[in-house]
């Protein structure tokens, strides 16, 4: 999959199934790789210092910086080139760290990296939810960055990101059409909905911290609820985010199967087995905030997730997303 945008320059970013040489190098086996290729015109000095670099130098006035690091020495001559000795006697260039280059090439590098990075994630987030296929946040890995003048010579940058290998599976199934809209989402500036962001931050703490993940889990389906009535309901937008409201679990049960049937979503039904499960994970987010419960356990906590999981994709259905209609009444993303 091949998604293209429109930055400070051009960025490409790349998500594909590991190779056995990706394997070999430390990809998880059935993970995918992401891979970000930016395009951008650089200033003459800018280009000068690139320039330089190819050839294993550094510019004149960053040789000032190298004083500062007592082992970049018997790194950096006294002429800027950048070699050192191997234990063979040989001399060979090495990679210098972005910290002793001029603060614009410094800029330039660390903006290039932050653009890539925030389209990577953003990418990845509307991929899991126009999916529902979950990538695990602990199974991403970073290699190294690379640049290049012209395309074809890539030389070492040195850098902490430029490609991740992503748990997630099924991603080569998306619909052509499913992937037009996650390039559309992110290139204006988006990514998931923020009630389904929050659900997979949610499940990320439920190991780590069972009792922050209920907040955040309750959290998820509190937005997407408002946010969905806000939309459904126009008149009522100020209302729902500035009035005191009932109990989710309340609206969930009596409200929202009302405005369903209003929205003509009448096959829509918002099951007992759900309804129990959110009021139940909803009273026991109240406990656990007003201090009168200090444990969660993790069974009753996946059940709640998995119910707040299956209200987000019926929200999504209701609120004019046919496609969630795959989703709905499961109770979890498939991995």
Known sequence: MLFRYRAAGSV???????????VAAGAVERSSVVTTESRRVAS??????????????????????????????????????????????????????????????????????AEAIDLVRRTIAALEWRSGRRASRHGISAGGDEWSRDGRQWRSLPSDYGVGWVEAYGWSRIPELALEEVAQRVQSGRSAPIGHVLLVEARDLATRNPRASLLVGASAAEVWLKDFIAHAVPAARWLVFNAPSPPSDEIVASYLPQLLAELRHEELQVPRELRRALKSGFEKRNRVVHGRDDSVGLDELREFLQAVDSLLRLLDYAGGAEWAATFIGRSRPQD
């Open 44 to 113: 003459r000095e800018l280009a000068r210092m690139f320039s330089l670099l190819a050839l294993g130098r550094l510019l004149p006035r960053s040789l000032h910086r190298t004083r500062d690091f007592d082992w970049a020495r018997e790194y950096v001559t006294r002429d800027g080139a950048l070699r050192t000795r191997r234990p063979d006697g040989q001399f060979v260039t090495w990679n210098p760290p972005l910290s002793i280059f001029p603060a614009v090439f410094r800029d330039y590098v660390t903006g290039v990296r």
């Open 12 to 22: 490409e970013v790349s998500v594909r199934g590991a190779s056995d040489a990706d």
